[in-house]
């Protein structure tokens, strides 16, 4: 037992370098006017799009020259063609050639990088795939009526073919539905490890109930009053904290194995926090007014659902070994506390520095 602790403690140090949320600075929206015109907005952080580009570029700078930040705009504009070759904007599965306009840089070093072009005649639907993201981003497409679609991509991936003339009101649910499922599973492994901290100290139906329900109000709370632009937190400040709520489930699971009457106010207080996370995925999406209410709703769907997957997937993994042998069932859980413990302290720490 002893030897099997230390493996998986080892294990899960190496492991907890990996991102728990591989997500990517890029967002992308595509708005189309009635006019016929489209713009694409990029935007991002500037040095890692400028290196990118620079390795597809046909004149990369050298490998020891470094980018002057007041020169960023200028050797964006230079990687423009490089930047077209990495992006596919489709209408009807014709690729489109847009024209590139100046990079606009913040002062935050954030390039923001706009495409004009024009829409095919009687075109129909839009798609979008890029090959020069990594991790997950957002993409907005907006249809002439003003409907939006956000989908997230994964890397290179392309998104469904998407109406110009809007997605409609129940393509716009479900794709928010699967949007707050997916940003659990696979996507959250610290929303997914916090959840799993919780089942493993409240066998009984009724404490696990009571600590989903506070995460659950919680998380709601917050994920509303950030989209409504009420109270939010910077990622910089949310992102550790939520690893913190993650060694913090950990570790108290290996002190204590009964449900002591603070633990559910502690759940509430990092469920505010993770409503904060959540709402990342949704932040500067552009989402019309109208499309607001419903996508909030219909996003908690979906996290919830991915809550409950994991809560049922975990519980029947506990099952299965105290129905094998009623003594693996506090070694498991001893086991999985120690991991999500050291995962979420090295994930603080990196989230911190």
Not at 123 to 130: K, Q
Not at 140 to 164: H, M, S, Y
Not at 251 to 269: D, G, Y
Not at 301 to 326: C, D, F
Request: with cysteine.
């Amino acid at each position: 037992m002893k030897h099997w602790l230390t493996a998986l403690m080892l294990v899960t140090a190496l492991g907890a370098r990996i991102s728990a949320h591989p997500v990517s600075t890029t967002t992308v929206s595509v708005a189309v006017d009635r006019s016929g015109r489209f713009v694409a907005t990029i935007t991002g952080d500037a040095d890692a799009l400028i290196a990118k580009l620079d390795a597809l570029s046909a004149i990369p700078l050298p490998a020891d020259s470094a980018v002057a930040p007041g020169q960023r705009a200028a050797r964006l504009d230079a990687l423009g063609d490089a930047l077209l070759a990495g992006i596919s904007l489709e209408f009807d599965s014709r690729r489109s050639t847009p024209q590139v306009q100046p990079a606009e840089i913040s002062a935050a070093g954030q390039a923001t990088i706009r495409l004009i072009g024009d829409v095919p005649k009687d075109a129909r639907a839009m798609a979008w795939a890029s090959s020069l993201v990594f991790g997950s981003y957002p993409v907005a497409l907006r249809g002439a009526d003003g409907r939006e679609t956000v989908v997230w991509l994964q890397g290179p991936e392309r998104t469904d073919a998407v109406p110009i003339d809007g997605p409609g009101h129940t393509r716009t649910v479900a794709r928010a539905i699967w949007l707050g499922f997916t940003h659990i599973l696979p996507n959250g492994i610290d929303h997914i490890l916090f959840v799993v901290g919780l089942l493993l100290l409240g066998s009984r139906s009724r404490q696990l109930l009571a600590q989903v329900t506070a995460f659950t109000v919680a998380h709601s709370m917050t994920l509303a009053l950030s989209l409504y632009g009420v109270f939010s937190l910077p990622a910089h400040v949310v992102e550790p904290l939520i690893a913190l709520s993650v060694a913090y489930v950990g570790i108290e699971n290996l002190m204590t194995s009964k449900l002591q009457p603070w633990r559910v106010a502690v759940v509430f207080c990092f469920g505010l926090l993770h409503g904060l996370g959540f709402a990342e995925a949704l932040a500067g999406l552009h989402l019309s007014r109208g499309d607001l209410l419903a996508t909030l709703v219909s996003f908690n769907v979906g996290v919830e659902a991915g809550q409950l997957s994991v809560i049922a997937l975990a519980a029947s993994v506990l099952y299965a070994a105290t129905y094998a042998r009623a003594t693996w069932r506090p070694r498991l859980v001893n086991g999985a506390s120690i991991a999500i413990g050291i995962t979420g302290l090295c994930w603080t720490i990196q989230r911190v520095f």
